[in-house]
């Protein structure tokens, strides 16, 4: 079963930078490399909103409310995904979710933006923005 685990939250203050990371375990079927993998969020009494995604072939896509801030990346070779964020700010405040999606389990990359489309999904990592 694959298994993915947030890290890197934690409180920063407005305009600073924290690099989130997600560690993906348990591949047996499919390598890491065939998941598109996304980062969502969820802000206190809100819905869990979509952030970023980066695709198996390392396309990538951003909310508008985070581009130009935020920058996904990802390492295949240690089964990592990165989501580098800067100038950061108070509504930037969220619990950060890292999901994976089968490049098989889709047609269209935009569906990555939706919240109920992934295979698997992390515990999540808290983010505070604050001065």
């Known amino acids: 079963q694959v298994q993915l685990v947030e890290s890197g939250g934690g409180l920063a203050r407005p305009g600073a930078s924290l690099r989130l990371s997600c560690t993906a375990s348990g591949f047996t079927q499919f390598p890491f490399d065939y998941y598109s993998m996304a980062w969502f969020r969820r802000a206190p009494g809100e819905e869990r909103e979509f952030v970023s995604y980066i695709e198996y072939n390392n396309k990538t896509d951003y909310a508008d409310s985070v581009k130009g801030r935020f920058t996904i990346s990802r390492d295949n070779a240690k089964n990592l995904v990165f989501l580098e964020m800067n100038s950061l700010k108070p509504e930037d405040a969220a619990v950060y979710y890292c999901?994976?999606?089968?490049?098989?389990?889709?047609?269209?990359?935009?569906?990555?933006?939706?919240?109920?489309?992934?295979?698997?999904w992390g515990e999540g990592t808290l983010v505070n923005v604050s001065s």
């Open positions: 999901g994976a999606r089968n490049h098989l389990n889709y047609v269209v990359a935009s569906s990555l933006r939706i919240t109920n489309t992934m295979d698997f």
